[in-house]
């Protein structure tokens, strides 16, 4: 059975356009295929670990290939127990607004605690980086006040969301990377209508997908 993790990165709820441009991919998507897993992770509500310095520690350990402490074991454990819920979906579906050119703080978080040696990618000192998760798929859902691929960056912000996010999951080894973008969200002069055209676009992609 397919598993999807649809992570959810913005604070507003049900006033958020992001969240449900991409329910309304997934509803698409569930009809299609009702026997698709769905795992939800909200980045603000769920319980996620702070890096902190004995994960930081462990973390190099992994990649030096040393045994770790006792209290970087524990803090290691952690990080595994987040990294693999993420590692373990065939498909990816995340929702995040733009704050400040970038993404929200969260959301950063849940990455930096996900993104690890051994679970998401390997690294050599001939080679480089090589991503651990081929074969997955994901669907990113962005909106933005001001930006947008069509305004002139930088007087009205510079993306550094959707060129974050795809570089990120391109180096864990997802090479299947969709967009739908609802951007501008301010900074237009029909913004219901924009915002449904969004939805479109997210229900078309929706019925061409395959799992």
Partial sequence: MSRLLFIKASPRGSESRSTAIAEAYLGAL???????EI??????????PAFDGNKAAAKMKV???????????TAWDEVMSVAKRFSSADRYLISTPMWNG???????????VVHQPGV???LTADDGYSGLLSGKHATLVVTAGAYSPEFPSPHFGVDHQATYLKAWLNQ??????????FQPTILTSDPEGDFMRAKEAALRLASLHTL
């Fill in 120 to 122: 998401t990618f390997g």
């Fill in 30 to 36: 569930t009809q299609r295929f009702p026997q698709i």
């Fill in 39 to 48: 795992d939800a992770l909200d980045v603000w509500g769920d319980d996620l």
């Fill in 172 to 181: 864990a080894g997802v090479a299947e990377v969709d967009f739908v973008r």
């Fill in 102 to 112: 970038g993404i929200p703080y969260r959301l950063k978080q849940f990455i930096d």
């Fill in 63 to 73: 990649l030096g290939g040393a045994e770790q402490s006792i209290a970087e074991k």
